[in-house]
């Protein structure tokens, strides 16, 4: 802050003071508290553009990386990197473990193209979807510079709209939602705001729906990543508004590029979303038990960037293989120190506090163990009703 010469400066109290006022239990101002939050977001954004590396650009985080995120709210190390903007693929590449998966161009393109034809002729299509054709629909101008304008740009267009209580359509709008103190941005298909108040999520896929039913997987992932925008709108708190659970689903009808829709209810995904987002660690906390240095650059060298990644826990699960790229890292080091998480969250929530292979094999042959474990007591029992089996099977021979 410049100063003119000759003039005293205004009394600012620093963040720092601010916090050491608080834990003396002495009184802070409102306006300290708020220098207080400013100065921790800005540095929580410097050290995450720290650990990303200084000239990487951050990737997005959306509303499929965040549904993966609630499916296994355990993994630090997922939600750090995704927080820090870290392009996950290209640190798995560094490593030797890239992921063989990931959307195709074909059906990049594909669902590109569903969606310009749903939206087509003014949005015709989806008013007609909608059943909102023939009404006065309004259709709100979103642009605003940055995503904070344009997240204060969405907010306002759907209060007018709600206020105004008639149609209206709102064409990739950009919604925020806190992620273990982290902001993420999200931009679902569209928001229609209805009449009475309600606003609908529309989703839009490129998979078909088939004599009126569709691959339960595809629908399943699709209702996942509408809960989360749902949530978002919910966290929005506009008077008079309601976000409904139940989200359009717009797909390709049969095997034509006529577009149908289904209304999904998202109630479930959404409970359980909520309830896994609750769960995270906070970022700032796992940034701050990492080691002064650390950086997940894919240029440090594959040495380096091996130390960053094992420096931050996993929680890998066979799940992971469908949702992370940097899934088949997290296997082999699992694989290599003998974790039981390899065999799957049922196996690995039955065996307690056997944590390793070799601790449960020990545990099943008698050498180590507490009897008194049920873990303990199950594998012997089983092991010892496999010899009885093996025995018996030998003398029939």
Known sequence: MYVPPGSSAPSIVPPRASRRKARLGQAVSPRDARLSRVSDTHDLRERLAGLRGPAVPPRAMDARALAALAANPGCRRRALLDAAGVDKGAVAQALGNPAPFGQSQF?????????????????????RLLRAEGGDVALPELAAPGPEGRVARTRMALEE????????LLDHPLLKLEVAGSPAYLEPDAVAVRPDGT?????????PILDGSADSVKVGAAARQAAVYVLALEGLGVGGARPSHDILLVCPKDFSNLPTAQLVDVRKQLSVTRRQLSRLTRIEEIAAALPEGTTFDPGVGQDKLYEAVDAVPAAYAPECLAACELAFHCRDRARACGSVETLGRGVRGELGSLTTVEQVLAAALGTDGDPADPAVEALRRAAALRAEAIEGALECR
């Open 107 to 127: 059906a990049f393109a594909r669902g590109h193209a569903f969606e310009a034809r749903v939206k087509a002729d003014g949005y015709a299509e989806l008013l």
């Open 161 to 168: 709209a709600t206020a105004a209580g008639r149609w209206a």
């Open 199 to 207: 606003w609908t999520v529309v989703e839009i896929k490129s998979f």
